[in-house]
């Protein structure tokens, strides 16, 4: 999966709204619907679908953090990767001036006069 992806996951799991029958459900429950997290015990949900609709939201939220912290480690290994070739073709390039500057100092000098 792409970062995109995950992105348009996140984006759509923020926006996500309860139906105004389970937001008043849960503001019963002293639950504020911003927070990503119930603020209250699941016990209290006597309702099986609004429960089974928090259980899913909650396993939504912790799927969307694993495949974040697999991106965060996938883009750390990209980094080094490129930071090692950055070095590598830093190195390379002051070879080759180095292995020029050498060849200059070879070249031919002429001596005498010109004819």
Same mark, same amino acid.
């Given at each position: 999966?792409?970062?995109e992806d995950t992105s348009v996951k996140y984006n759509e799991w923020?926006?996500?709204?309860?139906? #105004?029958?389970? /937001?008043?459900?849960?503001?019963?429950?002293?639950?504020?619907?911003?927070?990503?997290?119930?603020?209250?015990?699941?016990?209290?949900?006597?309702?099986?679908?609004?429960?089974?609709?928090?259980? &899913?939201?909650?396993? #939504?939220?912790?799927?969307?953090?694993?495949?974040? &912290?697999?991106?965060?480690? &996938?883009?750390?290994?990209?980094? =080094?990767?490129?930071?090692?070739? =950055?070095?590598?073709?830093? =190195?390379? =390039?002051?070879?080759?001036?180095?292995?020029?500057?050498? /060849?200059?100092?070879?070249?031919?000098?002429?001596?005498?006069?010109? /004819?």
């Amino acid at each position: 999966k792409s970062l995109e992806d995950t992105s348009v996951k996140y984006n759509e799991w923020k926006d996500f709204q309860w139906t #105004e029958v389970e /937001e008043s459900e849960l503001q019963k429950y002293g639950m504020i619907s911003s927070l990503s997290m119930p603020s209250f015990p699941l016990g209290l949900i006597k309702d099986p679908a609004l429960l089974k609709a928090i259980q &899913k939201r909650h396993a #939504e939220l912790l799927e969307l953090r694993k495949t974040l &912290k697999r991106d965060t480690i &996938k883009m750390q290994e990209i980094c =080094e990767a490129l930071e090692e070739m =950055e070095r590598r073709q830093r =190195e390379a =390039e002051l070879r080759r001036i180095s292995e020029q500057s050498k /060849e200059w100092i070879k070249d031919f000098v002429p001596s005498g006069p010109a /004819e």
